[in-house]
């Protein structure tokens, strides 16, 4: 059974940072692309971060670009989302996804698990 569990999250001051992981068990790590989505109340899950298998590409949303970056450990199983300078805009839940495609990476369509999410919040 494949499972993605997010850790990390938490209520910091905009200008913080923050760093995401997500433990995958249950698959073959490195032979995944890995993601983080987020969703805020009422609006749609947006991509944030994504890298591909073997970590040689990283991609990421304009509006993160330059604050977040995204790593894996494919030793630990592991993925990462560091979050500096954070604005209150960034507050969501965060997801991480793993999907077999590396075609795909920055649409909630090339995923095949998702977690269950952890909260981030960043006040003013």
């Known amino acids: 059974q494949v499972q993605l569990v997010e850790s990390g999250g938490g209520l910091v001051q905009a200008g913080g940072s923050l760093r995401l992981s997500c433990a995958a068990s249950?698959?073959?790590?490195?032979?995944?692309?890995m993601g983080w989505f987020r969703q805020a109340p009422g609006k749609e899950r947006e991509f944030v971060a994504a890298?591909?298998?073997?970590?040689?590409?990283?991609y990421y949303a304009d509006s993160v670009q330059g604050r977040f970056t995204i790593s894996r450990d494919n030793a630990k199983n592991t993925v990462y989302l560091q979050m500096n300078s954070l604005k209150p805009e960034d507050t969501a839940v965060y997801y991480c996804a793993a999907g077999l495609t590396s075609l795909r990476l920055t649409s909630v369509h090339g995923y095949d698990y998702w977690g269950r999410g952890t909260q981030v919040t960043a006040s003013s």
């Open positions: 890298m591909d298998r073997r970590g040689d590409n990283t």
């Open positions: 249950g698959l073959t790590f490195s032979h995944y692309g």
